[in-house]
């Protein structure tokens, strides 16, 4: 090969920017909150390991019943109860289909409710990346005691913390 071919070559590898996996994962997962059924918060979860996806959820009704976007809200304390969270259908997802995901990873588009976050950490998951907070700050702590690593992503993917 050229010198000038092999210039070339090198100049197309350098404007070539690839996606780091956390911030590909990140991406997916919000392509999954597009799904979502319940307006009130729109979120997206993956859970992979080694660099594979095993399974992905969003915020949606029970199966086979009717979605929030159609029949309205069912609303205790301020929130919408009709709905299972990302992560638990992610969870679900997996279990239904006979998949281990024992030391994986879950990406989440808003940091996991405390429910959420119960079934991640009992589910065998080593690693949250997550998105926006959402609003339980006991996962912060408990993450610690289990050795779970929490990982905030900012809206591109890219770590932030």
């Not at 979120?43 to 095993?54: C, E, H, P, S």
């Not at 915020?59 to 304390?77: A, D, P, Y």
Request: proline share 1%.
């Amino acid at each position: 090969m050229s010198r000038l071919a092999m210039k070339q070559k090198r100049s197309r590898k350098e404007k070539l920017k690839r996606a780091g996996w956390d911030e590909y994962f990140m991406n997916v997962a919000k392509v999954v909150s597009s799904r979502s059924t319940c307006d009130r918060k729109f979120v997206g979860a993956l859970v992979m390991r080694d660099k594979t996806i095993l399974s992905t959820g969003y915020n949606g009704s029970v199966r086979k019943l009717e979605h929030c976007s159609e029949i309205g809200h069912i609303m205790e304390n301020g929130h919408c109860v009709a709905t299972i969270h990302a992560e638990a259908n992610a969870i679900i997802q997996a279990a239904k289909n006979g998949v281990c995901i024992d030391g994986a990873t879950i990406y989440t588009t808003a940091s996991p409710c405390w429910s959420c976050f119960k079934l991640i950490a009992n589910s065998g998951i080593k690693r949250i990346c997550f998105g926006e907070f959402y609003r339980d700050e006991r996962i912060f702590e408990i993450a610690g005691k289990l050795g779970i690593e929490l990982v905030k992503l900012s809206v591109a993917g890219g770590k932030t913390q």
